[in-house]
């Protein structure tokens, strides 16, 4: 309801809450006859460790993972995002084997700011990923979506822009408490 959407804005997520254990042939099969009848853009795999059967500090388990899964899907350009709990320890890294690390294209990590998000690349196969990206989360307008999210320059907490139009108002005199519309 917070976002204003009705079931027909949805028509193209799928999902399911007992996901199959990918480190295996038979549960990396069911993802694959999903995505074949589906043919998705984008597989979302929330909950790492609980998309596995075997012993998560075990590498064996993740390069099953990737070799039954995850590589087949990839041939067939599926962008696989996949989630995983850091836990309280930041520095230790996730839960499980060193494999999970190697393995990904880009990791990133999430962290709430004061304004919104900030990611954080902590490995990256190429700099197509930026090494910090930051966004401003807000309530938007009545006439548009519920929640807005803007990229902001990293480190500033300001959409980009902002410093440049600032200039320009004072240049043009205006008032601090200047509407939006004047």
């Known amino acids: 309801d917070w976002m204003h959407l009705k079931?027909?804005?949805?028509?193209?997520?799928?999902?399911?809450?007992?996901?199959?254990?990918?480190?295996?042939?038979q549960g990396a099969q069911m993802l694959w006859n999903t995505c074949y009848q589906l043919n998705p853009?984008?597989?979302?795999?929330?909950?790492?460790?609980?998309?596995?059967?075997?012993?998560?500090?075990?590498?064996?388990?993740?390069r099953d993972m990737y070799e039954w899964a995850i590589t087949p899907l990839k041939a067939r350009n599926v962008a696989i995002l996949t989630a995983d709990n850091l836990g309280k320890a930041?520095?230790?890294?996730?839960?499980?084997?060193?494999?999970?690390?190697d393995k990904a294209d880009a990791i990133l990590r999430l962290e709430r700011t004061d304004i919104g998000v900030k990611l954080t690349a902590t490995h990256r196969r190429t700099a197509a990923y930026p090494l910090e990206q930051e966004y401003a989360v807000t309530d938007a307008s009545?006439?548009?979506?519920?929640m807005k999210v803007t990229r902001v320059d990293a480190g500033s907490g300001y959409p980009p822009d902002t410093k440049?139009?600032?200039?320009?108002?004072?240049?043009?005199g205006a008032a601090l408490d200047i509407s939006r519309r004047a």
Do not use: F, M, Q
């Open 7 to 25: 079931p027909v804005d949805l028509e193209h997520i799928h999902y399911c809450d007992i996901p199959p254990k990918l480190d295996t042939v």
């Open 41 to 62: 853009d984008l597989v979302v795999i929330d909950g790492l460790n609980g998309v596995v059967n075997g012993a998560e500090n075990d590498d064996t388990t993740w």
């Open 90 to 101: 930041l520095d230790a890294g996730p839960r499980g084997s060193s494999v999970k690390l």
């Open 142 to 146: 009545e006439e548009g979506p519920a």
């Open 164 to 172: 440049r139009i600032c200039r320009l108002l004072d240049e043009l």
